[in-house]
Nanobody
Framework: QVQLVETGGGLVQAGGSLRLSCAASGRPLMSSIGWFRQAPGKEREFVAAIKWSSGNIYYADSVKGRFTISRDNAKNTVYLQMNSLTPQDTAVYYC?????????????????WGQGTQVTVSS
């Protein structure tokens, strides 16, 4: 049984930083991990994704240059370093696991989801 556990959310002032962690466990093994976020009244949106084996990375345009996704294979953990945060980054952040070889920005492609962690950026 797959488990994804996010940690690291919280309240931060605009311009600040947070690092989210997504610890993965269980089987089947996932090929890639994605981060998504959902703000109140909005649809869930793609933030970033990384492939476990190759380290290939994709970012949403809205976070390029500010967010960095990385992985620690030994710890089965994926990180999302978020810098220069703005109030528009306020959302519940989810990590999600995907099977199959193709990395995706579509939430429907991800079979496994964590419980989410709240990120609030004050102005």
């Amino acid at each position: 049984q797959v488990q994804l556990v996010e940690t690291g959310g919280g309240l931060v002032q605009a311009g600040g930083s947070l690092r989210l962690s997504c610890a993965a466990s269980g089987r089947p093994l996932m090929s890639s991990i994605g981060w998504f976020r959902q703000a109140p009244g909005k649809e869930r949106e793609f933030v970033a994704a990384i492939k476990w084996s190759s380290g290939n990375i994709y970012y949403a345009d809205s976070v390029k240059g500010r967010f960095t996704i990385s992985r620690d294979n030994a710890k089965n953990t994926v990180y999302l370093q978020m810098n220069s945060l703005t109030p528009q980054d306020t959302a519940v952040y989810y990590c999600a696991g995907k099977l199959g070889v193709i990395i995706s920005q579509q939430s429907g492609a991800y079979a496994y989801w964590g419980q989410g962690t709240q990120v609030t950026v004050s102005s």
